[in-house]
Each structure stands twice: as C-alpha cells, then as structure tokens.
Antibody, heavy 120, light 108 residues
Framework: QVRLLQSGAEVKKPGSSVKVSCKSS????????ISWVRQAPGQGLEWMGG????????KYAQKYQGRVTITADKSTFTVYMELSSLRSEDTAVYYC?????????????WGQGTPVTVSS | SFVLTQPPSLSVAPGQTARISCGGN??????VHWDQQKPGQAPVLVIS???DRPSGIPERFSGSNSENTATLTISRVEAGDEADYYC???????????FGGGTKLTVL
C-alpha cells in the first residue's frame, strides 16, 4: 500500500520561497513518477510539474518554469517542491501524487495536501 | 494548450444515473482520467485510461471517450458520491497535464 505523507502547513511572506516535502512509503520509490498539483481556494486542480526520482530531470508546466524546482532524495524516499518569488495568488493547497513509470501516466495515489498561505 | 470543458454542476436524485461530460478537441484520441474530490479531501482516481477502474472503485463508476466528449457515468447514485469530479488528459504538444474545471455533483 503506497502512502504519501506531506509536510505541514506553511505561512509565507510575499517574495519568499516555500519548500514542501512528500515522503513515500510502501512500493518502489525511484521508478515511479511524482507530480505536484495545486488547488487555490475554491478553484480546480492545476499541474505544476513532476519527476521520476530514478532519472532526475523534472518536467515543469510552462506557467511555473523558472519559479518551481522539483527534486528527489532517494535515500529518504522524499520528493520536494520549492516555489520561489511567492505572491498572494500562490495561496493554495499543494498536493503530491504518484503515477506509474512516467509523468504522463495517471495519478493513482495522492498525498493529504499541504496548505500554503502567502500573506504580508 | 489543450482545453477541457466540464459543466460546473450536476444534480441527481439517489438511485439515478449521473453522466458528467468532459469536452475537448478530438479528445477521443487521448486517454482521459477522472478524479473524485470530496470536500476537504485529496482527489482520488476513479477512472483511468477512459474506462478502467482502479482497485477499490465500485463498478457503479464507468467511463467512455469518443470524438469530442469523454463521459464519466455513475450508476445508482448514492449520497456518498457527492463530490467534485475532474477529468484530466496529458497534452503531449505542451508536455503537461491538463485538468477540466471540475463538475460539482449534488445528490438531491
């Protein structure tokens, strides 16, 4: 049984960065893709990017290119998403989700979500 | 970028059938996946690859995809099916996931 456990809620100032973690337990870690999806209050789902820990280089949605970095630590079965230059519009719940062997396969398992609030 | 269009809301009486549409240009040529999200919870995949049910998803959930419309069908709707439903596809031209705007299913 795969479980994804995310780090806790964050409150950040505009212009700062946030780093959210997603720790995997159960199943094989390195050969499955992990995506990050965010959901602003009252809004729908939006894909930010993804990574396959075994292969390293991440794919990013064009909207977030240059502002988001997704990395993986194979030794701790953890994937990280760092978003920089935060603004109020980045206030959202951030989810990690595990797919099959590539980022373009469906997301079978989701983390519980990490609320991020950006406020001065 | 590929655009997916869903009706914002749908209301169905218990025991009836709910059909949630997801429109897109030639979406029938793509694999469509459906997620269910209940209030305050993370999404759950309920249909993958147009019509496959992941383990643990009731047989009441089914999917189809043809030409310009994909459809999620929920038979014998129950109160517990009340949720937001999102379709999603991989847009290979831009190399990213696209989600529909979501449909809020209300069970009367």
């Amino acid at each position: 049984q795969v479980r994804l456990l995310q780090s806790g809620a964050e409150v950040k100032k505009p212009g700062s960065s946030v780093k959210v973690s997603c720790k995997s337990s159960g199943g094989t870690f390195s050969s499955y893709a992990i995506s990050w999806v965010r959901q602003a209050p009252g809004q729908g789902l939006e894909w930010m990017g993804g990574i396959i820990p075994m292969f390293g280089p991440s794919k990013y949605a064009q909207k977030y290119q240059g502002r988001v970095t997704i990395t993986a630590d194979k030794s701790t079965f953890t994937v990280y998403m760092e978003l920089s230059s935060l603004r109020s519009e980045d206030t959202a719940v951030y989810y990690c989700a595990r797919s099959g062997g590539s980022v373009d396969t469906p997301m079978y398992n989701w983390g519980q979500g990490t609320p991020v609030t950006v406020s001065s | 970028s590929f655009v997916l269009t869903q009706p914002p809301s749908l209301s169905v009486a218990p025991g009836q059938t709910a059909r949630i549409s997801c429109g897109g240009n030639n979406i029938g040529t793509k694999s469509v996946h459906w997620d269910q999200q209940k209030p305050g919870q993370a999404p759950v995949l309920v249909i993958s690859y147009n019509s496959d049910r992941p383990s643990g998803i009731p047989e009441r959930f089914s999917g189809s995809n043809s030409e310009n419309t994909a459809t999620l069908t929920i038979s014998r709707v129950e109160a517990g099916d009340e949720a937001d439903y999102y379709c999603q596809v991989w847009d290979s031209s831009s190399d990213h996931w696209v989600f529909g705007g979501g449909t809020k299913l209300t069970v009367l």
